[in-house]
Every structure is written in structure tokens, then in C-alpha cells.
């Protein structure tokens, strides 16, 4: 992936722009629409509104930003439409930021990492595994933009005067296939800077949005999510929460409330809204048929089984060490496993978690001379107490890729392929019939 090194350089002279995101309504996102801000409204309908039952309680936002000080900014990307056309387009594609102490923070945290499968890139982990330090914001993006992605958060943390000689950004990616134009490598230096710059707490978008916007997930249109959990007093009152970029797995698969939900479901085939001359071929070689609007479909075939990625960040206020977040990423699998990944062969499924807590404890490269600090007295978590974290992460993993499922829009991309939406109707009717739905 090559990065565009003059966009980063030039990058250095811009003012940022305001982030938009891609308006989140009922039906097909289409190029054009109008933008809105990147707060959720309160009219969104997420997993718990259509009565899917989940474990645990969570934070008020229900969201990452429940952990204190933690940020979240996107950058959408929509245009064009009709046949592929490498480097032209359609685009549909973006970037998320994670800021784990907001835009003005600007010391380490600890972190660990670990990939359920390695089929997959986020930068920046050797430093982590060795250190276990965190001294950039988080990036997510399509395969091909990881590198000018990257580039752009170094520009960026020199223009926001960050101490240090030198960084390693952390910057990770999903494969935003067949929707999105990803060798065209449409993002650009200053997209990464828009998320960035427009990184904020409170409430957030899901589903198309950010590097989530052409994704696929567990056979339908998939993308960004979010969750929390709140731990009981006796458990320390901590916060942990995590943020999902979900493009993996098929709908055959998919789990929710322990139900395959899709096997009971009438789906049609991957389809397209229309045909072209030659004709767009499925995963089996076949030419995909137009879509019937009067009835659901699956995206399962679009490309090849297991062909896709997930990205997890969790974050978590409670006193951590880096030995510690790493067993905290780990348990990301679990939470998974609920709703039915396998973590296959073609799948990068790579997390990261990252403690608020211990502020100013080790800055790793951004430590400044003369270097007099004295060794730092940290907190950390006895390992008795880790239960109650493991299975907040299990949970909020869990809630996180069905809020993205939930939230995301029946979306048309490159060559006319169009990923349908999880049908909200049918899912509850099959939870019904369960005795699963809640009231």
C-alpha cells in the first residue's frame, strides 16, 4: 500500500474541516445526500430498541465514549456510482479516530493487543508488545489507505505540537469490498485529519460511517459499532467500553441472542439494483440478479467465505497494566464466539485495549529530557478482580457488532452491488417466535 507522502507533507498547511457524516436514514445511501453531524440522534434505532435482549448493564451512552476522556471523530467517503473504475471510483469508504485522552490529552496510555487471526494490519503493535504503551490516537481505515492514513496522523501530531522525537500510529483496517473503489486509494491526508480534528465525546453514529462505511458484516451491511458496560460498585464502579469496525463473517453464522437468526429468515441471493453488459459475477461465478425491493437479501457470496476483517478497541478506566489489557483484548474472541465468528482463514480480527488510568506513569518515546522523573508509582488491578472486566468485554463485544448490524443501511456501491441491511422486522419476529423479544 503506498502512501502519498506529498498529501502529508502538504498536510501540515491545511486548517481542518468540519467533519460531516453520511445522513443515516431509512433505505439505500446514495451519493448525494445531505450531512449531518456526527452525534447520534436520539431517533436511531439501535439493537436494544428493537427489544434484542443483552447482558450486563451499560454505561449511559451506551458507547466507547462512557470511559472518560475518550474521543471518537469520522470522515465519510460517498461518491459515484455504476461499474468500477480503479482509481475513479464509486468510493464508499472513510476514517475513524480514537482519541483515548481526547484531542488535548497527550500522555500515553498503557495498552496490549492481540489478533484472534492475523489476516489482517494495524500499525504500530511491536512498540505496544514491547512497551506496552499507547502514545497515538487510533486510526481505522479500508486495506489500501492504511499507509497515507498512518503518514497523516504523524503530520498531525506534529502540528498539534506533540512531545516526542518520533511515533509509531497506530492504524488499523478492513477490507471495504465489493462497495468500495479500494484500490483507488480515495482517502486522503487530510480525510484522516477531518476524523481527527472532529473527535468528540457524547453519542455516536453507527453503521455507515467513518472507515465502517463500506463494510459487511455477518451477511449484511455492516460497519461501526459501539458499546459499553458499567461495573457494580463491589467491582470497582469501573467503565469499560469498546468500538467495533465489523466486515467479517456470513449470515449463516450469525448469532444473535444464541439464535442463528438468518437461517430462519427468507432471504434472497446477492443481487444488484442493476444489471451491466458483461454482468457482475458472484463469489460462484454466477451473474448476480437484480434485486426484488419487496424482499430481503443476504450479501453472503458477494465475495469468498470468511473474506473480510473485524477491528476492536476497548477501552477501560479501571487501573490496568499492559500484561493485563492484553488478557482484556483476548477476551474479545468470547464475545465474538456469541455472536458466531469463527475467526477464519481470510479474516483479520486484531485488537487493541487501552487503560485512561495511570496518567503520566511512562511516556515511552514521547518522554522529554533531561529525564529527572523518578520511577512512577502506579495502581493495578489484583488479578482476582479481572472476572468482572473479562466478562464486560465479552459483553460489550457482543452488543457492539449487533449495534453495527442494526444501525447500518442498506447500501449500493461499485458495479451496482447492494448490501442489504439486517431486516429489523424479521429479526424480531424470529426472537419472537423464541420467546427471546423483550417488550
Given at each position: 500500500?503506498?502512501?502519498?507522502?506529498?498529501?502529508?507533507?502538504?498536510?501540515?498547511?491545511?486548517?481542518?474541516?468540519?467533519?460531516?457524516?453520511?445522513t443515516?436514514t431509512?433505505?439505500?445511501?446514495?451519493?448525494?445526500?445531505?450531512?449531518?453531524?456526527?452525534?447520534?440522534?436520539?431517533?436511531?434505532?439501535?439493537?436494544?430498541?428493537?427489544?434484542?435482549?443483552f447482558?450486563?448493564?451499560?454505561?449511559?451512552?451506551?458507547?466507547?465514549?462512557?470511559?472518560?476522556?475518550?474521543?471518537?471523530?469520522?470522515?465519510?467517503?460517498?461518491?459515484?456510482?455504476?461499474?468500477?473504475?480503479?482509481?475513479?471510483?464509486?468510493?464508499?469508504?472513510?476514517?475513524t479516530?480514537?482519541?483515548?485522552?481526547?484531542?488535548?490529552?497527550?500522555?500515553?496510555t498503557?495498552?496490549?493487543?492481540?489478533?484472534?487471526?492475523?489476516?489482517?494490519?494495524?500499525t504500530?503493535?511491536?512498540?505496544?508488545?514491547?512497551?506496552?504503551?499507547?502514545?497515538?490516537?487510533?486510526?481505522?481505515?479500508?486495506?489500501?489507505?492504511?499507509?497515507?492514513v498512518?503518514?497523516?496522523?504523524?503530520?498531525?501530531?506534529?502540528?498539534?505540537?506533540?512531545?516526542?522525537?518520533?511515533?509509531?500510529?497506530?492504524?488499523?483496517?478492513?477490507?471495504?469490498?465489493?462497495?468500495?473503489d479500494?484500490?483507488?486509494?480515495?482517502?486522503?491526508?487530510?480525510?484522516?485529519?477531518?476524523?481527527?480534528?472532529?473527535?468528540?465525546?457524547?453519542?455516536?453514529?453507527?453503521?455507515?460511517v467513518?472507515?465502517?462505511?463500506?463494510?459487511?458484516?455477518?451477511?449484511?451491511?455492516?460497519?461501526t459499532?459501539?458499546s459499553?458496560?458499567r461495573l457494580?460498585?463491589?467491582?470497582?464502579?469501573?467503565?469499560v467500553?469498546?468500538?467495533?469496525?465489523?466486515?467479517?463473517?456470513?449470515?449463516?453464522?450469525?448469532?444473535?441472542?444464541?439464535?442463528?437468526?438468518?437461517?430462519?429468515?427468507?432471504?434472497?441471493?446477492p443481487?444488484?439494483?442493476?444489471?451491466?453488459?458483461?454482468?457482475?459475477?458472484?463469489?460462484?461465478?454466477?451473474?448476480?440478479?437484480?434485486?426484488?425491493?419487496?424482499?430481503?437479501?443476504?450479501?453472503?457470496?458477494?465475495?469468498?467465505?470468511?473474506?473480510?476483517?473485524?477491528?476492536?478497541?476497548?477501552?477501560?478506566?479501571?487501573?490496568?497494566?499492559?500484561?493485563?489489557?492484553?488478557?482484556?483484548?483476548?477476551?474479545?474472541s468470547?464475545?465474538?464466539?456469541?455472536?458466531?465468528?469463527?475467526?477464519?482463514?481470510?479474516?483479520?480480527?486484531?485488537?487493541?485495549?487501552?487503560?485512561?488510568a495511570?496518567?503520566?506513569?511512562?511516556?515511552?518515546?514521547?518522554?522529554?529530557?533531561?529525564?529527572?522523573d523518578?520511577?512512577?508509582?502506579?495502581?493495578?488491578?489484583?488479578s482476582?478482580?479481572?472476572?468482572?472486566?473479562?466478562?464486560?468485554?465479552?459483553?460489550?463485544?457482543?452488543?457492539?457488532?449487533?449495534?453495527?448490524?442494526?444501525?447500518?443501511k442498506?447500501?449500493?456501491?461499485?458495479?451496482?452491488?447492494?448490501?442489504?441491511?439486517?431486516?429489523?422486522?424479521?429479526?424480531?419476529?424470529?426472537l419472537?417466535?423464541?420467546?427471546?423479544?423483550?417488550?
Amino acid at each position: 500500500m503506498r502512501a502519498r507522502l506529498m498529501a502529508v507533507c502538504c498536510v501540515l498547511n491545511m486548517g481542518s474541516l468540519a467533519l460531516t457524516a453520511q445522513t443515516e436514514t431509512s433505505g439505500v445511501t446514495r451519493p448525494g445526500m445531505t450531512t449531518t453531524p456526527i452525534v447520534r440522534s436520539d431517533a436511531e434505532t439501535r439493537a436494544r430498541d428493537l427489544g434484542v435482549p443483552f447482558d450486563g448493564t451499560p454505561g449511559p451512552l451506551n458507547a466507547i465514549t462512557d470511559v472518560a476522556g475518550v474521543e471518537v471523530g469520522y470522515k465519510t467517503l460517498i461518491s459515484g456510482e455504476g461499474r468500477l473504475v480503479v482509481g475513479k471510483g464509486p468510493v464508499r469508504t472513510g476514517v475513524t479516530a480514537v482519541l483515548p485522552r481526547g484531542k488535548r490529552g497527550t500522555k500515553s496510555t498503557f495498552a496490549g493487543y492481540f489478533a484472534g487471526n492475523g489476516n489482517g494490519d494495524m500499525t504500530g503493535t511491536h512498540w505496544i508488545e514491547e512497551s506496552g504503551l499507547l502514545e497515538t490516537p487510533i486510526l481505522i481505515t479500508n486495506t489500501g489507505s492504511v499507509g497515507v492514513v498512518r503518514d497523516a496522523a504523524v503530520a498531525w501530531m506534529v502540528q498539534q505540537k506533540r512531545t516526542g522525537y518520533f511515533w509509531y500510529p497506530v492504524t488499523a483496517e478492513t477490507a471495504d469490498v465489493p462497495l468500495n473503489d479500494i484500490k483507488g486509494q480515495h482517502v486522503t491526508a487530510q480525510d484522516a485529519w477531518d476524523a481527527l480534528n472532529s473527535a468528540t465525546s457524547g453519542p455516536l453514529l453507527e453503521g455507515n460511517v467513518g472507515g465502517g462505511t463500506g463494510m459487511i458484516c455477518n451477511g449484511f451491511k455492516g460497519g461501526t459499532g459501539t458499546s459499553s458496560r458499567r461495573l457494580s460498585a463491589a467491582e470497582g464502579g469501573y467503565t469499560v467500553g469498546v468500538l467495533v469496525q465489523c466486515n467479517y463473517g456470513g449470515s449463516q453464522q450469525l448469532r444473535v441472542a444464541g439464535i442463528a437468526v438468518a437461517r430462519e429468515m427468507k432471504l434472497q441471493r446477492p443481487c444488484v439494483e442493476k444489471l451491466l453488459d458483461p454482468p457482475v459475477l458472484g463469489w460462484d461465478g454466477k451473474p448476480a440478479p437484480v434485486c426484488d425491493p419487496k424482499m430481503a437479501a443476504t450479501a453472503d457470496g458477494v465475495r469468498a467465505p470468511e473474506e473480510g476483517s473485524i477491528i476492536v478497541i476497548v477501552a477501560t478506566d479501571a487501573p490496568l497494566t499492559p500484561d493485563q489489557l492484553k488478557r482484556l483484548a483476548r477476551r474479545v474472541s468470547v464475545g465474538l464466539g456469541r455472536v458466531g465468528a469463527i475467526e477464519g482463514n481470510e479474516s483479520g480480527d486484531i485488537f487493541l485495549a487501552f487503560s485512561t488510568a495511570n496518567a503520566g506513569a511512562d511516556e515511552g518515546n514521547s518522554a522529554q529530557p533531561p529525564f529527572t522523573d523518578q520511577n512512577a508509582t502506579i495502581q493495578r488491578m489484583q488479578s482476582w478482580k479481572m472476572d468482572a472486566m473479562f466478562t464486560a468485554v465479552v459483553q460489550a463485544t457482543e452488543e457492539s457488532v449487533i449495534n453495527t448490524l442494526v444501525a447500518a443501511k442498506t447500501m449500493v456501491g461499485a458495479d451496482y452491488w447492494t448490501i442489504p441491511a439486517l431486516p429489523h422486522d424479521q429479526l424480531q419476529q424470529v426472537l419472537r417466535k423464541h420467546a427471546l423479544l423483550q417488550p
